[in-house]
């Protein structure tokens, strides 16, 4: 299985600071048509996960802008520009290019 | 407006079977792949596996930690998906979604508890 390693686990911010997230593969996550099935998920406490990010860098439906996302082949980034209250939770990666689907193990912000 | 809604959970003793419903509604329920996926408590999500759309047969796809205890199956006529599990053990013991998974986007359920103990 595909290991998606996140770092840190934990993140501490105020509101406005601008933090990253990183996410590392154990394998490329480019598939052999050009693709990368990476995918960022915000979990609030008690909710389902919720889109950030699809395919690295594109915004979700309703996502605020102050996300984005980069990076290729094994090394991803999260970053939210301008930390917000509704922001804090638990960040995950995962990635859909390898059978089975994996999630990474999570980021947790906490808001100071 | 997309739901998706499971149930079925509950508390279940050790090597005992349970299965989960989600109902589907607000899209075409066969054009999608469906999936479940688990959430021990305080961990990381775990993909369980996937049942394709009509067009690709409705097949289906097991992660390898559940393949043979755990089956995936969808009731089109009625857009309920299901989730069979048996012999389960108190590593089962999490929150299960349902979800439909697509390249540039997705729906989550609200997730049903499971609990395995004795």
Known sequence: DVVLTQTPSTLSATIGQSVSISCRSSQSLLDSAGNTYLYWYLQRPGQSPQLLIYLVSNLGSGVPNRFSGSGSGTDFTLKISGVEAEDLGVYYCMQATHAPLTFGSGTKLEIK | ?118
């Not at chain 2, 607000?26 to 999936?35: A, L, P, Q, V």
């Not at chain 2, 796809?61 to 006529?77: A, H, L, Q, W």
């Open chain 2, 1 to 118: 407006e997309v739901k998706l809604l499971e149930s079925g959970g509950g508390l279940v003793q050790p090597g005992g079977s349970l299965r989960l419903s989600c109902a589907a509604s607000g899209f075409t329920f066969t054009d999608f792949y469906m999936s479940w996926i688990r959430q021990p408590p305080g961990k990381a999500p775990e993909w369980l596996g996937v049942i394709r759309n009509k067009a690709n047969g409705y097949t289906t796809e097991y992660n390898p930690s559940v393949k043979g205890r755990f089956t995936i199956s969808r009731d089109n006529t009625q857009n309920i998906l299901y989730l069979q599990m048996n012999t389960l053990r108190a590593e089962d013991t999490a929150i299960y979604y349902c979800a439909c998974l697509y390249t540039t986007g997705d729906y989550w359920g609200q997730g049903v508890m499971v609990t395995v103990s004795s």
